[in-house]
Structure formats: C-alpha cells, structure tokens
C-alpha cells in the first residue's frame, strides 16, 4: 500500500512537470493573438502603482499616467511642449483685463457612461472642486485656493450655452489657461460622480480615448478602447495595460522578454545596453524639471550672498551629469528648465573655478573655508537619480575651496520635514513642474510666500516678490516673459540655489511602437500609439 | 499565549512607529502643501491626540474586526489588504514547498553519505544559500531563465494579456476551480523564479537541521536493526528515520514560514508581486500608520497560528506529545 501511494506522488510530479513544460507559454507580445493577428495591446512597465484614478485628488504623476487617458481637459498641450492646444474647448477667449475668459466646447463628446458632455458638466465639476479642500483635491490650489479661501480668483462660472462657458475672475490670474490644460482638472461625468460618490476614484468615467476596465492595487491597470471617441480613427490600440514593476533592472528583463513593451525608470547605465539591442529603442522626454543644491539663507555662512557665489563656482555640473545621468541632462543656470516660456538664456553660467570660488571666500572672510552639513536626497528622482552620490562629488569639489562639508541623509519624509523647517544647510532638491508656467518654479519655489512650504532656502527678497506678483496678474505673456526674465537676472546675483541640471528621462520601448511621444508634463494620452 | 502576544504586538508597533520623525500628514499632502492644509489634516487624522488616545481608539475599532482606513488610499484595510496578503500567502507556501522538498532531501542524503563529497558539496552549497542575496540571485534567475533561456516569465503574478479570473485571489485555486489547467501552468510558470529565490535560505537552513538532526538518529540502534531486517533503504530513511528526526525540522519549517510572510518584501519588489510586504513598505515610506500596524498585526497573526499549528503537529508526528 505505502509503495503505491509513494508511486501516485512521484507520478504526479512527472506528469505536472511534463505538463509545465508543454504549456511553456509564450507571454511575449510578438505573436499575440489579436482579431488582425496584429499587437493590440500595449503594457506599459512603470516603477509604482497609482495611488487614485480621480486626477483631482492626488498629485502623483504615476497617477496621472493612467488617467490622462481617460479624462480630458479643457485645453491641451502641444504634443511634447507646453503652449496650449484645444482639447474639450475648441475655442478660448480672454478679455482685455484678463477677468473673463470664454471657452466654446466641443460638440458632440459623450462621457464613458453614455451622458454628454457639456457646459454644465463642465461647471459641475468646476464646483465640486472648489467645494472640496486641500486634501480632498489638492492641485486645485492652482487657482489661488478653495471657494472659502480668499485667495480664491475664480468669482462665477457661467453656463451661456450648452456648449459655452465662461469664467469670471477676482482678479487676473496670468496661468489661468495654462492651469487648465493640467491633467488634474479633467472633466468627469457628473453622473458616475452622483453614482459611486466616494467610490469614484475606482470607478472613473471621463470622455477620454481609453475606458476603464480594472484596477488591481501594485499589480496593473488596464483600459480599453473608448469605441465612441469623438476623434474618428483614434484611439490606435484596443487596450493599454499599465503595469508596476518597482525594480528598474527587472523591469529592463520585463522588457527585453516581451512581457511589457515600453517601460520609464531607466538606469543611465543600462542606456548602452538598450541601444545595442536590436528590438528595442529609446524615447527622451523633453526636460522640464530642475535639480538644485538649495541654501539655506537664513543659515551662516549661507546669509553671505558671497559665500553662495562662491559655492555656485566650485560644482563641476558636467562631471556630474557625466557620471551619474548617463550623459542625459544639461547643466542648469536658472531654476526654470529651458523649454518654458519666459527662459532667460542671456545669463551667463557660473563657470566651475575653484581660483574665483577661493577669492569670493575670501572676499567673503572665509579665506580657510568653513564646515557644513550637506544633505543628500534618499530617494531617486528623474532629476537627481543618485543623491549620495552627487553629494559625495560636490563633497569632494568643495573639500578643494577648503569647505569641509559631511554628507548626512535622511529617509524622505523625515528629510522634507526638516528641509522646510530650515534645519539644513544646504540640501539637494528638486522639481518637476505642474502646468509648464514660469510662475510654477520661481514663484512656488523661490518667492517668499513659498517659505514654509516649497522655498526651502527661506530665500526673501521683497523686489522679486513684487515682479513675481505683477507677472501673475499681468496676461500678457510678452510682458511676462520680460518679468520672468528679470526674475532670473536677480536670482542668479543673488543665488540661493546652485541649479545643477535640467535631466531628460529616458524611456524604453519595443522597436515597433510608433507614434509615442513622451510629454515634459510626464503624462501623455497614448491614442495615437500604435504598433507597426 | 495568542491573545498576550498579539496584544503587546500591537503596542510595540503602535510605538515604534510614532516614534519614527516625520508628519504623515505632510507627506500626504506632498511637497506643494500649504502649513495651514497639514494642519488641518493633522487634526483630522487625530495625530494631534495624545498617543494613548491614538492607541485606545485603535484598538477599539480592532475589536470590531476593523483594521482601520489606509491614509494614502482612503480605503478600508480589510477590504484592501485581501488580496496582498494571499497573494503572499500563495508565494510564500510555493516557496515553502521547494524549501522543504530540496533541503529536506538534501539534508537526508548528506547524513547518508556523511563526510561524502556530496556531504561538503551540499552543505557548501547551503551556507552559500544562506548568505546569497536575494536581489542578486533574482535579477540572474530572470536574466538566464528568462531572457537567455525564454522558458519563465521574468515578473508578475499571471500573463496580463490572458489574465486568470480571480475570486479568491490564490491564482492555483482560481485556474484549478475555473479548469483552466493552461492558466494554471501559466501561474505555476509565474511562480517558479520568486517562490525559488525566496525558498533559497529556507531550503538551505533546513537542509542543515534535517542532516544535524538525521545523523543522531540514523545512529540509533533500532535504524541498524531495520536495516538488518533488509527494510528497503527507502524506507529506512523516510519511514523510521525522517519521522523521528523530524520534529527540530518542523520548528524550523514553522519559523521560517513566518519569517517569509514578512521577510517577502525583496523577492516581491524584484518580482513585481503584488504582495503583503510591498504593501507595507509603500506604506512605511507614505507613513500610512494603520496600514503598517494593520499590516504588521496581520503577519504576526499569522506568524502565531503558523507556529501554534506546528505545535499540534508535533502531537501528530510524535504521540508521546501530549497537551
């Protein structure tokens, strides 16, 4: 009896492993089978999950990803820029003292329920941001607060027609359009929202060209093809798969094996690799991010505006983009990348001298140099990919002037915490920016204002405030850009920053995708991605 | 003994990570948060409560089967963490299997052949078990298997362009229940690569008690009288030897079960499993404090009964135990 059951088992295992084998399954998508025996579904391999798939209420950009795709606003970006297109609106008007702006909308458009779209619901949504707070729907502080805020500058939305809408503001607010265009503020049906109510960021119902099918929590979202999209022909593919995959290397193997066919978070060392392979390609997305060593000014010896030139003199940025971002990144000058509107690239860059960084101290009455603490990001981002090792470079570069600094890090909350409150001497740090305005990284990063929040250098300076604060409310974007011009001229004299680069992230992807163009935003609607 | 441990689990949890800097309510609201915001949220998360408050309320609605509402996420915990605790579990147990299948048997065959070549070579290899890092050893396993070998898939738990139809999230029973016997070996493809970068340091510590403790008992007297008898040596070993060296062996499979609920976290990340450790890491970073305590008490929970569950089967294995 025992012989036989041992028998049964060891017989079971061949016929299973037999079985296994046999079933060795292709998962790779080159022989997929969809109706036309072509590819149709797209897997996106991306380094976290979403937290929400309500774009309003969360300010992650691995949330914004997916939703893009599924919820439309009023106004677009252009394809890999920030200047704005039509999207729901086909036609935008602002009047001459920048308070009233009209959109015509586009006719037509149904939400993914069956309901239209219309001006009401855009005014229902409208209004049920502005009811909610920071927490419920935090970037729809971009438009100066909350209904109960003062600061808030929408005054009335009015429906003139089914398909006309109108603004009225308090006071003008100059990245009212651009704000618009943010991928947060996609009109949802009004309908689904009534239906699942709290429920509805896991039920989205927006007018985009994908539809949303499920969502498994840290394993993958999949959306389908919005068959009733207004744009005829589009979207390309039936389905789109977003699918988590923390680790960067295995998500590399992901890919190379055809489990996924495009991924973000590459290694700047795997960039190489990547290239020699025949299946694979690279897609940059264009820069609109800052990586920066913030000083603290409120901090000695960092009060000294001589001090900080002088530091700015002693980082070799291009080793540093050398090294550690694979050659992707261009060195810094102002704290605004150079694809936005309002760059000023007639300041000159403070050239890596270790003789002029030694006199400036000096100057400075420093001429032994100084101790500090200089902290280094925990965390990787696109624009600083290796904080400690960054730090141990600028460590090693200032060690030359006779500044003696020792690195310290913390995990990420902790080290925000304490970066806020002024605890550090100088930090590294960085931004990625909203809506593609000037306003959104000198203001919010620079202006005393921000102190406390997101000026992490306590940097204040009463005669940028006033330009900052005139830039905001003046529409004319020439005018603007000349202020925001000036802003940088006093922002490079004064230095409270050392800008260390603009990075562009790499993406990788199967050799056939075509029609996939990486946004500076770090979102883009893939409808017209498709496999060739 | 259940209810006194779980209870100081809770309290050391509920402790250590308030002592932990940082506001949760900063980090919730992320980098562009006003001061007054993150006050506000302060309040109503009630982190301004004196602690003891914090903990009362917390096990308050623990007694009612409540694990809380994830900050980050605003979904209730019980409901949410369903599906990364079994799908942890499933890993966990596949990993379990190999762990005692390979180091079982390799232990066995090492005290057969003591002092053998084969003896060194398997205890070698089972300390270099021990001390290999996971995260190596699964990035090579995906480059050779997958990518140089193309016979497993490199991540997940399933093939997302034939996805199983889950309902009770433990993707073997699903396929098995569904008689998708395709997407049954498709799962069990999945699982081979984690479950045996996991089972790596399991299989190697068993490997080392299950010979240990089967050279004391192959030994005795009455293995030499078995086998003068002219038992087969098969059930030499499996039948009069192995269940009498068993009992240390099951302590440590018992142990070490435990030890992978928790100890999953790295083989998840590299994995891409969407399990119980990555959860709670994620957690961990955003400072979600119900969903690390929650999180913790659930693994500590399972820690227990896994170990109070070996000690009934020590009464199986072994009648002179008695409880």
Redesign the interface.
């Known amino acids: 009896m ?1 012989k036989k059951s ?1 028998l049964i088992c060891l017989g079971m295992i061949l016929s299973v492993s037999a ?2 084998m ?4 292709n ?1 790779s ?1 080159k022989n ?1 089978g969809g109706t036309n025996g072509g590819k149709d ?1 797209l ?1 996106i391999g991306r380094g976290g999950d979403s ?2 798939l309500d774009p309003i209420t969360t ?2 950009g691995e949330a914004f990803k997916v939703t893009i795709n599924m919820f439309e606003t009023l106004l677009n970006y252009g394809e890999q820029d920030t200047t704005l297109k039509e999207g729901l609106a086909v036609k935008w008007d602002a009047s001459d003292d920048g308070l009233t702006y009209t959109l015509e909308l586009r006719q037509g458009v149904k939400f993914h329920d069956g309901t239209d779209f219309n001006a009401e619901a855009v005014k229902y949504n409208f209004e049920r941001w502005m009811n909610g ?3 419920k729907f ?1 970037y729809y ?1 971009m438009f100066g607060g909350y209904k109960k805020d003062e600061g808030h500058v929408i005054k009335d939305i009015k429906v003139l027609d089914d398909h006309k809408i109108q603004f009225i503001l308090k006071r003008p607010q100059a990245p009212f359009l651009k704000n618009l265009a943010m991928t947060s503020f996609g009109i949802a049906s009004p309908a689904a929202i009534e239906k699942y109510g ?1 429920k509805f ?2 039920h989205p119902v927006g007018t985009g060209p994908y539809k949303f099918v499920e969502w ?5 979202i ?1 959306l389908e093809k919005n068959e009733d999209y207004w744009d005829q022909g589009k979207p390309k593919l039936q389905k789109i ?1 977003f ?5 960067n ?3 590399l ?2 890919l ?2 055809g ?1 996924i066919d495009l991924m973000d978070g590459v290694n700047p060392s795997d960039i190489e690799s990547i290239k020699a392979d025949a299946n694979l390609k690279t897609f940059e997305r264009p820069s609109m991010n800052v990586g920066y060593l913030g000083m603290t000014t409120t901090r000695k010896p960092f009060d000294n505006k001589l001090v900080r030139q002088a530091l700015n003199h002693a980082v070799d940025k291009q080793a540093i983009i050398d090294s550690f971002y694979g050659g992707l990144a261009e060195s810094a000058k102002n704290p605004l990348p150079p694809s936005l509107e309002g760059y000023n690239d007639q300041i000159k860059e403070y050239p890596y001298d270790l003789k002029k960084a030694k006199e400036l101290l000096k100057e400075a009455g420093f001429p032994d140099g100084f101790k500090m603490k200089l902290w280094a990001m925990p965390v990787p981002r696109p624009y600083m990919p290796d904080g400690m090792k960054i730090a141990e470079v600028i460590q090693s570069s200032f060690e030359k002037i006779g500044v003696k600094a020792e690195i310290v890090t ?5 080290y ?3 970066v ?1 409150k002024g605890e550090a001497d100088a930090f590294l740090m960085g931004w990625t920016g ?1 809506n593609g305005d000037p306003d959104n990284f000198i203001y ?1 990063l620079l202006d005393k204002d921000n102190i ?3 000026n992490y250098t306590y940097f204040s300076n009463d005669e940028l405030h006033d330009i900052l604060i005139e830039a905001q409310s003046d529409p004319d974007q020439k005018k603007r850009n000349k202020l925001y011009q000036d802003a940088q001229e006093l922002l490079h004299e004064e230095s409270p920053w050392i800008p260390l680069v603009h990075s562009t992230p790499i993406l990788a992807g199967s050799k056939d995708i075509e029609g996939y163009a990486p946004h500076p935003t770090g979102s883009e609607v893939l409808s017209g991605v498709e496999f060739k | 003994m259940l209810i006194p441990v779980l209870i100081g689990m809770t309290l050391v949890v509920f402790s250590i990570i308030r002592f ?5 309510a ?12 993150v006050q ?2 302060t309040i ?1 998360l009630g982190l301004d409560q004196p602690w003891y408050v914090q903990y009362a309320r917390y096990i308050g609605d623990l007694l009612k089967g409540d694990l809380g509402t994830s900050i ?4 209730a915990i019980t409901q ?1 963490i369903k ?2 605790l079994f799908a942890t579990l499933e890993l966990a147990f596949f990993a379990m299997l190999i762990a005692v299948f390979v180091g079982v048997n390799a232990g066995i065959i090492s005290a057969w052949f003591k002092n053998s070549v084969f003896d060194y070579i398997a205890m070698l290899v089972a300390l270099i078990g021990v001390s290999m890092p996971i995260f190596w050893l ?2 090579m396993g ?2 050779f298997f ?2 140089e070998l ?2 497993l ?5 399933e ?3 034939n996805p199983v139809e889950a309902f009770t999230y433990i993707h073997t029973l699903d396929t098995l229940l569904h008689g998708r ?2 997407q049954f ?2 799962t ?2 999945h699982l081979i690569l984690p479950g045996t970068a996991l089972a790596t340091i399991p299989a190697a510590i068993i490997a080392r008690i299950t010979r240990a403790s089967m050279i004391e008992v192959l030994q005795s007297d009455y293995i030499r009288t078995a086998k003068a008898k002219g038992v087969h040596m ?2 030499v070993i499996y ?1 009069h030897g192995l269940k009498n060296a068993f009992i240390p062996v099951l302590t440590v499979i018992g142990l070490q079960t435990g030890l992978l609920l928790g100890g999953a976290i790295l083989t998840e ?4 499993w ?1 399990g119980i450790g ?2 709670i890491y ?1 957690a961990i ?3 979600d404090y119900p969903v690390i305590q929650s999180g913790i008490l659930v693994i500590a929970f399972i820690f227990v009964m896994i170990n109070f569950i070996v000690d009934l089967l020590y009464a199986v294995i072994d009648p002179r135990i008695k409880y």
């Open positions: 025992k041992w079985f296994l046999g079933c060795s399954g998962e998508g997929d579904t897997i937290t929400s300010t992650e707070d920071e927490e935090p502080g709290e960021r896991e498994k929590p840290n394993d993958r999949v798969i699918r988590a995959i923390p680790e290397s295995a998500r193997n992901a190379k094996t489990e913390y995990d990420w909350a902790t925000l915490d304490k806020s909203d919010t406390g929040g997101n | 932990i800097p940082g506001n949760p900063q980090v919730i609201l992320g980098q562009r948060a006003t001061k007054e915001a506000q949220l109503q980050r996420t605003g979904a949410e599906p990364y699964g990035l995906q480059w997958s990518i193309g016979w898939p490199t991540t997940g738990r093939n997302v362009r016997f395709d070996a498709e069990i493809r098969f059930f039948k990340t590299i994995f891409a969407p990555r959860y994620d970073s955003y400072r």
